[in-house]
């Protein structure tokens, strides 16, 4: 035990994020959480409270113009760009990841019908059978109203599942449950032959590690920013449509922020140019200048994806190390990939009785969750969370298990 607390000492002292946890609003809990909810950033609620007090307060309906409401849904996309490997004018914030999902998926449907048109025609959905389930429902409704079969398959059997039927394909980048990162790179290129579109969900690795969208030339992407991108409770998710494909997006949602002339009232619509074509209706202003603020800590402390990727992956090797030396066998299995390559920012360890399991983990000041029938899972947030923590939090686990065991 001695030894596995002084590496933590030691990896804590070499760790060049470290002076970053300051940044963030933390007690004396280990969170290994923030794959559901971020940790708040410390300056968040000093600029929430000017956008209240005097953006809305004192200059109410001119802020519009004058506090750049109007402009934010794009101008946070851009500070988002970077961190999913996108150039800036790509990138739309606003609505929930759930309907940025059905948007995606319909566009990429159409898009595809377009394609095929005097041919046998594109009338099929693949999904991936171990999506989060919203995913699994939107894409059902999706090939309901599109006039498509829905085909759940496992990821690793896409391109053998894809063919000249298949109109787009919807998949996550990192699973949920067991933190398995997929192949965006091979799947993507798998789709693209196949003549079909590629519709990723980031949700579980944007802001935890690269993504390089335009580098392998994904066609369109959703994803959240209440977890590693720590925008808060409910903050508004993102819509990425490639530059080349924006001319033909076409939402099935067209609200009067995405038209051409939003002001002109026109009974018609006309859809406007670029990323605007993802908006729908009026955005939520306060979530939405509260993730901006929160996106500060990427911009002036300089941070980059790649670094965050490595200290992510000496986390979760520390944690699964720790694990084995203070867990007895038997008492976990972990379902996450060894490999780093097939591994996202989390570790999922089954175990019996992991619900009572996680409610005494938390009450002893290490907050993970739990995901049924049997799962433990925890996310490691390299922003903030440290070599110590990852050490306390294995042997809290061992101690606790020694008690129900």
């Given at each position: 035990?001695?030894?596995?607390?002084?590496?933590?000492?030691?990896?804590?002292?070499?760790d060049?994020?470290?002076?970053?946890?300051?940044?963030?609003?933390?007690?004396?809990?280990?969170?290994?959480?923030?794959?559901?909810?971020?940790?708040?950033?410390?300056?968040?609620?000093?600029?929430?409270?000017?956008?209240?007090?005097r953006?809305?307060?004192?200059?109410?309906?001119?802020?519009?113009?004058?506090?750049?409401?109007?402009?934010?849904?794009?101008?946070?996309?851009?500070?988002?760009?970077?961190?999913?490997g996108?150039?800036?004018?790509?990138?739309?914030?606003?609505?929930?990841?759930?309907?940025?999902?059905?948007?995606?998926?319909?566009?990429?449907?159409?898009?595809?019908?377009?394609?095929?048109?005097g041919?046998?025609?594109?009338?099929?959905?693949?999904?991936?059978?171990?999506?989060?389930?919203?995913?699994?429902?939107?894409?059902?409704s999706?090939?309901?109203?599109?006039?498509?079969?829905?085909?759940?398959?496992?990821?690793?059997?896409?391109?053998?599942?894809?063919g000249?039927?298949?109109?787009?394909?919807?998949?996550?980048?990192?699973?949920?449950?067991?933190?398995?990162?997929h192949?965006?790179?091979?799947?993507?290129?798998?789709?693209?032959?196949?003549?079909?579109?590629?519709?990723?969900?980031?949700?579980?690795?944007?802001?935890?590690?690269?993504?390089?969208l335009?580098?392998h030339?994904?066609?369109?992407?959703?994803?959240?920013t209440?977890?590693?991108?720590n925008?808060?409770?409910?903050?508004?998710?993102?819509?990425?449509?490639?530059?080349?494909?924006?001319?033909?997006?076409?939402?099935?949602?067209?609200?009067?922020?995405?038209?051409?002339?939003?002001?002109?009232?026109?009974?018609?619509?006309?859809?406007?140019?670029?990323?605007?074509?993802?908006?729908?209706?009026?955005?939520?202003?306060?979530?939405?200048?509260?993730?901006?603020?929160?996106?500060?800590?990427?911009?002036?402390?300089?941070?980059?994806?790649?670094?965050?990727?490595?200290?992510?992956?000496?986390?979760?090797?520390?944690?699964?190390?720790?694990?084995?030396?203070?867990?007895?066998?038997?008492?976990?299995?972990?379902?996450?990939?060894?490999?780093?390559?097939?591994?996202?920012s989390?570790?999922?360890?089954?175990?019996?009785?992991?619900?009572?399991?996680?409610?005494?983990?938390?009450?002893?000041?290490?907050?993970?969750?739990?995901?049924?029938?049997?799962?433990?899972?925890?996310?490691?947030?390299?922003?903030?969370?440290?070599?110590?923590?990852?050490?306390?939090?294995?042997?809290?686990?061992?101690?606790?298990?020694?008690?129900?065991?």
């Amino acid at each position: 035990m001695s030894e596995l607390k002084s590496a933590a000492e030691e990896l804590d002292a070499a760790d060049g994020l470290a002076a970053l946890r300051g940044r963030f609003v933390l007690d004396d809990v280990v969170y290994l959480d923030g794959n559901s909810l971020g940790a708040l950033p410390a300056h968040v609620p000093g600029r929430v409270q000017d956008v209240v007090r005097r953006q809305w307060g004192e200059l109410r309906i001119r802020s519009w113009e004058e506090s750049g409401w109007w402009t934010a849904p794009e101008r946070i996309g851009d500070r988002i760009a970077p961190l999913v490997g996108a150039a800036a004018g790509q990138i739309v914030v606003g609505d929930s990841t759930s309907v940025n999902v059905f948007k995606a998926l319909v566009a990429a449907v159409r898009m595809a019908a377009e394609d095929g048109a005097g041919g046998p025609g594109r009338d099929e959905i693949l999904v991936d059978a171990t999506t989060f389930p919203t995913d699994g429902y939107i894409a059902e409704s999706a090939a309901r109203m599109t006039g498509c079969a829905l085909r759940p398959v496992a990821p690793a059997e896409v391109p053998s599942a894809l063919g000249e039927r298949t109109a787009a394909v919807l998949l996550n980048h990192v699973d949920y449950r067991t933190g398995r990162l997929h192949d965006l790179p091979g799947l993507t290129a798998a789709v693209h032959a196949a003549g079909a579109y590629a519709v990723w969900d980031l949700c579980h690795s944007a802001g935890a590690l690269p993504v390089w969208l335009d580098e392998h030339g994904v066609d369109l992407a959703v994803g959240c920013t209440y977890k590693y991108l720590n925008g808060g409770p409910g903050s508004p998710a993102y819509l990425y449509v490639r530059r080349d494909l924006q001319p033909r997006f076409d939402s099935p949602l067209p609200g009067w922020n995405s038209h051409a002339e939003p002001f002109g009232m026109r009974p018609g619509y006309e859809p406007a140019s670029g990323a605007p074509r993802g908006r729908v209706g009026t955005p939520d202003i306060l979530s939405l200048l509260a993730l901006e603020a929160a996106l500060d800590v990427w911009d002036e402390d300089a941070v980059s994806v790649e670094a965050v990727r490595a200290k992510s992956l000496a986390l979760t090797d520390f944690f699964l190390r720790c694990v084995a030396e203070y867990v007895p066998d038997g008492r976990v299995e972990s379902v996450t990939p060894v490999a780093h390559a097939e591994r996202g920012s989390q570790v999922a360890l089954r175990c019996d009785d992991a619900g009572d399991v996680m409610k005494r983990l938390i009450e002893r000041g290490v907050v993970g969750d739990f995901r049924a029938p049997d799962v433990l899972r925890f996310g490691f947030t390299p922003l903030y969370v440290g070599f110590a923590d990852v050490e306390r939090a294995a042997r809290v686990l061992a101690l606790t298990l020694g008690e129900a065991g």
